[in-house]
């Protein structure tokens, strides 16, 4: 069965500073995507970053950047220069092409202090 | 161009009643999915579908229902409702499945 996991289950950092949300997944489809998303108080949940399993460079988004190590089954999501509005709960989730499932974590919630 | 739009925002119910949700997704977005979440759950797919027919379904008993119409507007139904029906319901659209998916402001319904 297709899991995700995040193991940090609260984060804070210093606004400006960087800090990196974990995530591991085990999925036996060979064509897949892995997504963060972010859920601010507003509850929408907001698409921060995706990529696609097949692509070996990490993807990127401003002051977002995944390291995506394929062979681990880890995709871990950078934040640098964190600003307040970063505080939400971020999901990682892992969708295969094929069935429009999306398989969320159990998400991280990041306060960035002021 | 318009989000995914889910109606209505709030919704209470009593046990034992059914209820409708309504989402109607990007324009030209021909996926939808729909998710639960709880606290103590997370977030739980519960069906995905496209050009009206239903390619995937979550774990979720038989009282949970769902439909897509022509215009790729989506309803889902929970019938018999329990206490513990009481969640955020996400509504997600997409161009293609798991391309990259677009979701509503959900809808809050309580079951008391």
């Known amino acids: 069965a297709q899991t995700v996991t995040q193991s940090q289950p609260e984060m804070s950092v210093q606004e400006a500073e960087t800090v990196t949300l974990s995530c591991t997944y085990d999925t036996s489809e060979s064509n897949y995507y892995l997504f963060w998303y972010k859920q601010p108080p507003s509850r929408q949940m907001i698409l921060v970053i995706r990529q696609e399993a097949y692509k070996q460079q990490n993807a990127t988004e401003n002051r977002f950047s995944v390291n995506f190590q394929k062979a681990a089954k880890s995709f871990s999501l950078k934040i640098s220069d964190s600003q307040l509005g970063d505080t939400a709960m971020y999901f990682c989730?892992?969708?295969?092409?094929?069935?429009?499932?999306?398989?969320f974590g159990q998400g991280t919630t990041l306060q960035v202090k002021p | 161009k318009a989000g995914v739009t889910q109606t209505p925002r709030y919704l209470i119910k009593t046990r034992g009643q059914q209820v409708t949700l309504s989402c109607s997704p990007i324009s030209g977005h021909r996926s939808v999915s729909w998710y639960q979440q709880t606290p103590g759950q997370g977030l739980q797919f519960l069906f995905e579908y496209f050009s009206e027919t239903q390619r995937n379904k979550g774990n979720f008993p038989g009282r949970f229902s769902g439909r897509q119409f022509s215009n790729s507007r989506s309803e889902m139904n929970v019938s018999t409702l329990e206490l513990g029906d009481s969640a955020l319901y996400l509504c997600?659209?997409?161009?293609?499945?798991?391309?990259?998916?677009?979701f509503g402001s959900g809808t809050r319904l309580t079951v008391v």
């Open positions: 997600a659209s997409s161009l293609v499945g798991a391309g990259g998916y677009t």
């Open positions: 989730a892992d969708g295969s092409s094929n069935t429009g499932k999306l398989i």
